[in-house]
């Protein structure tokens, strides 16, 4: 990638190499969790001072884990929902449809324009299943878009973006899913007020520009957004032990650390069909 592409990234698409240089390091360990040969590639394409991203073991794995967490939502959805449409805000360079295309789910790759330019020229489109929204979670244009499936079930996932924005912004976000797509799932990460402090102070050594905004003390704290907004399930890195996170097995024993950053499952409403069939 010339120097101008990746001048051309704002500070927050920026970040996009970090998952991506991770999935790479980890795809190449014999005992790894994921397996991303397309990362690999990418990697060597790419022209970026990796050595730049300063990131502790654990940390490495802990957005290993993530991943891995966020294919199981996905997977588990698609289970339930085979021909369901899938929305991936902030999709950055994430090879998501390929781990887990059911052969029937609509997707779509949303995020910003230089970055969807990358995913063309690096990765591509895979079929006519697979789309690509070429603009801001906060445009409306492609509300329009993805609601041409409207009688289908909806899953959104925000992984690694939401904490990059304000809580104004990410409240309105998440009330304008809600109002369009009433009944839809939604699955994104977040951490509290003092992991955003400990973050940036790690974003600022590894010399990103990008900084942490929103924190959410409590899953639940998000119901009181609007009226059917239900936490369906919330999942924290150290509820079940983990081989590769056994140096910091001791973070269990303290809740305000082992529950600092989660990923959390929300149903945005009721669907309009079964609000019906109650009246």
Not at 47 to 60: T, V
Not at 160 to 186: N, W
Request: proline letters at 4%; glycine letters at 6%; charged letters at 25%.
């Amino acid at each position: 990638m010339s120097e101008n592409i990746l001048q051309s990234l704002d500070d927050v698409a920026e970040t996009l190499l970090i998952p991506l240089y991770i999935r790479a390091l980890e795809s190449q360990r014999t005992d790894a969790i994921i397996k991303d040969p397309i990362a690999v590639n990418l990697i060597q394409q790419i022209k970026y001072d990796y050595s730049s991203i300063k990131l502790q073991e654990h940390d490495k794995v802990a957005i290993i884990l993530r991943l891995r967490k966020f294919d199981r939502h996905v997977q588990e959805f698609l289970a339930r929902h085979a021909d369901a449409v899938v929305v991936h805000i902030g999709c950055g360079l994430d090879t998501r449809f390929e781990r887990v295309d059911n052969g029937r789910v609509e997707w779509y790759d949303l995020d910003l324009p230089e970055v969807i330019a990358l995913r063309r020229r690096f990765i591509g489109e895979k079929g006519e299943r697979q789309h690509y929204l070429s603009c801001s979670m906060f445009d409306s244009e492609w509300l329009d878009i993805v609601g041409m499936h409207r009688l289908r079930p909806f899953l959104f996932m925000a992984e690694g973006v939401l904490p990059y924005f304000s809580e104004a912004e990410v409240k309105s976000f998440i009330q304008t899913l809600l109002r369009h797509f009433p009944g839809a799932e939604l699955v994104c990460d977040a951490h509290t007020p003092l992991t955003i402090w400990l973050d940036n102070l790690q974003l600022i050594f590894s010399k990103m520009k990008a900084r942490l905004h929103w924190g959410l003390k409590r899953g639940k704290d998000l119901e009181s957004w609007g009226d059917g907004i239900t936490l369906l399930d919330e999942w924290f890195y150290f509820d079940r032990p983990e081989p590769r996170l056994s140096r910091m097995r001791w973070v269990r024993a303290i809740p305000p650390l082992a529950k600092s950053t989660g990923i959390f499952h929300y149903q945005l409403g009721q669907p309009v069909t079964e609000s019906l069939s109650m009246m």
